[in-house]
């Protein structure tokens, strides 16, 4: 090598040097330890996907909506600009920007006041836990509401308030997810598909059929009891153009009447949140370009049909993991997902909601009114609330496996035993 | 400069480019944008504190002590090992690592029947709606568990073998910091002192009086309502010591009669959590070096002598408030951190503890029995339900700000108003 070319090399080496001891000190983890090459190998793989944690002790004075005396939370307050002043605010906030466009904020909540049904408190505690338990697995937020964020939003008007004031207090969160206090999650490997919901652009994921909405015309076409809305302009103005059909509303009673005029099958004069947005998507089909009606699984699934099918399923999954040891295997709860990955290709032919062996997602318990105990004379009392221990329990199973315990009765909530290794091939199955 | 120094350079920024741009590649949030060198100071000082965040769908084939088939989580065999087998597991998840050491998962609960008290299910899902808040802002894991991990141990029993559940399913947790269902934090921006507890090497924090325990030898020298653990092979020794004065202990009744006879205003018969760790402190003076009883502030707080101030102490912050427009500014709740710690030096002269007008860390409902009904007849029923809706709305104002409302009063539950722009400059104070 000429006199040159090592002078060259050896100004590359010195700065090459220089930044690797730098990054070395700011990164230890990468080049440490023995077995080198492995190492970076195996971290590259383990940090794959992952970003800078949010920093929580970051404001900066920077300017942001925040900052602005016209800014409102209320739910007859227009907000504008919504989507700018989003996107400034991760722009100061640059930790939460890598992770926030598959941040979700679940949110869900009850009255203020004790149930009026002896035990409807406890369902929902509960109930609360059972959604706390999946959004820790998959390291989402939660926020529960107990207040009436407006004296006239009462009962199944009041979410909007809460979802609207959510979306203001959490601008690092893409999503936020309303889900009904009476809806227990019992998949709690199962994600949100939020590739189907971005792929064009819907702003608005809800459970139902067009046909039932255009050509049936049913008040229960789609079910409001849980959305997934996204964070920007056109759902804030869509909130708007929703609540303005409910009781905030000077034209609230001309609104029931006219949901009635439309959905034939609706026998209850008031406007609600339900007809009113089957309504919105029936008067402006467009709305469909933004409003994904979701009929593909258990985005929220009817208990009725679903309980009684626990006990097949669990068969089943457990028919599984007697296939393949990899599903048996313990591992701590923060990895859940890695074995929900192990276990999706054993899912290929278990379909996916009605008639379908895969766990239901979300079962609703649409009609039992666990808080006033003035449930739907069409369900037996005992049945309500029989089938909403079964789902809790069928859902705590999922998860207190990974505490070394299951409930070998879905209807005894107290007792457990041990979840032995190996289970289910060792154990209570 | 002469050819061989142009050589050297060249080579130099060759080098520096290569890794710059494969830098900027995998890190772009640095290396983008105008106003570089401001980027890169303001991303460094945003991304300060910081990293990677864990990555919850990686879970290595590499051996860890969850392949272990002699491993059980049940609280009646003995864990050993623990150390090494949790820094196995971190050294094979390096995303969880980095943040690990500062890491609490928060565990509570509740029993798994409905309360007998007609309200009392309805104070617990509040009190865990007020942890779970709590834990959202400071980005910590929340626990709730209700069943019995163990037959025989029950009532306050039944959270030592929940907490070593949750060590097992936690190893990324460096605390598990277990908070009674009738305890309310109170001050939603207090962090724990970890360094305190981590300065010489505590593993076990509690609210106690060494002076009530060697000297005054009384059952409440401290309280065992709330405690932080260090997920580590001590506690597990020290949980099994406890435990076995517990009741799956043959010597149960023996250990009743011991600690009567040691702390003379013990008047109940059994042996309860409380005094079993009141008496193992006793006997052996050498533990405290391990286990920090804590008197500095309200680690969990006498709800008699604190639900008194609350008026006051909102009188005082909104004083301070009223001063600084900085502790006045709207922010996302994420970010909450960032105003705990401008709010910090107004309260030098607040004191922490009794007698101060520093907000009370937790307030606990000691001897009031929310779900049972069965209080303390030294209590009024109506005080303690009416300070258990005290205390859950201060706490509640404290977070539905950052939703952009208030209680204007704590007797009401139900009632809010917005919390207007510089609230609280303006608003109801």
Redesign the interface.
């Known amino acids: 090598m000429t006199?040159?070319g090592c002078?060259?090399?050896?100004?590359?080496?010195?700065?090459?040097l220089?930044?690797?001891c730098g990054?070395s000190y700011a990164n230890p983890?990468v080049f440490g330890g023995n077995n080198f090459m492995l190492r970076i190998v195996?971290?590259m793989?383990?940090?794959?996907?992952?970003?800078?944690?949010?920093?929580?002790?970051?404001?900066?004075p920077d300017s942001t909506f925040?900052?602005?005396?016209?800014?409102?939370?209320?739910i007859d307050k227009k907000v504008t600009g919504w989507d700018d002043k989003r996107k400034e605010?991760l722009k100061r906030?640059?930790?939460?920007?890598?992770?926030s466009k598959d941040m979700i904020v679940m949110v869900t909540g009850?009255q203020?006041?004790?149930?009026q049904n002896?035990?409807?408190?406890?369902l929902?505690?509960?109930a609360?836990?059972n959604k706390?338990?999946y959004c820790?697995?998959?390291?989402y937020?939660?926020?529960?509401n107990?207040?009436?964020?407006h004296?006239r939003m009462k009962s199944y008007w009041a979410k909007l308030p809460?979802v609207k004031?959510?979306m203001?207090?959490?601008?690092?969160a893409e999503w936020i997810w309303w889900v009904d206090s009476d809806a227990v999650i019992t998949d709690m490997e199962y994600k949100l598909p939020l590739d189907r919901y971005n792929y064009k652009g819907h702003n608005l994921a809800v459970h139902g059929w067009p046909k039932l909405i255009y050509e049936e015309k049913s008040w229960t076409s789609l079910n409001a009891s849980v959305f997934l809305i996204r964070n920007c302009q056109w759902s804030m103005d869509f909130i708007d153009a929703w609540a303005n059909m409910g009781t905030i509303s000077p034209d609230y009673k001309k609104w029931g009447e006219i949901q009635r005029s439309v959905f034939k099958d609706k026998l209850f004069p008031e406007s609600n949140d339900q007809t009113a947005l089957i309504y919105l998507i029936y008067k402006d089909r467009r709305l469909t370009d933004k409003i994904y009606l979701e009929g593909e699984y258990y985005f929220k699934g009817y208990w009725v049909e679903i309980v009684p099918t626990y006990y097949n399923i669990t068969k089943k999954y457990v028919g599984i993991e007697r296939e393949d040891n990899l599903l048996r295997?313990?591992?701590?709860?923060?990895?859940?997902?890695?074995?929900a990955?192990f276990r999706e290709p054993h899912l290929k032919e278990a379909g996916n909601g009605r008639w379908c062996w895969r766990r239901p997602f979300i079962t609703h318990f649409t009609g039992c009114q666990p808080c006033s105990g003035n449930h739907n004379q069409i369900y037996a009392e005992e049945s309500c609330w029989n089938g909403m221990l079964k789902a809790l329990n069928f859902a705590?199973n999922q998860v207190?496996r990974?505490?070394?315990?299951v409930?070998p009765d879905l209807l005894d909530?107290?007792?457990?035993t041990?979840s032995l290794?190996?289970y289910p091939d060792e154990g209570p199955w």
């Open positions: 006199n040159d002078l060259y090399m050896g100004g590359a080496v010195f700065a090459f220089l930044v690797w990054w983890i195996s971290d793989r383990s940090e794959c996907c992952t970003h800078p944690t949010p920093n929580l002790r970051f404001d900066p925040y900052d602005d005396s016209e800014l409102r939370y209320s605010w906030h640059p930790t939460f920007t890598a992770g009850s203020p006041n004790p149930c002896p035990i409807g408190d406890h929902l505690l509960r609360f836990k706390v338990d820790r697995i998959h390291g937020d939660v926020f529960y107990n207040v009436l964020l004296p809460v004031a959510a203001l207090a959490h601008p690092e295997r313990r591992h701590a709860e923060k990895v859940s997902e890695q074995y990955a705590d207190l990974k505490y070394g315990f409930h909530s107290k007792t457990v041990d290794f190996d």
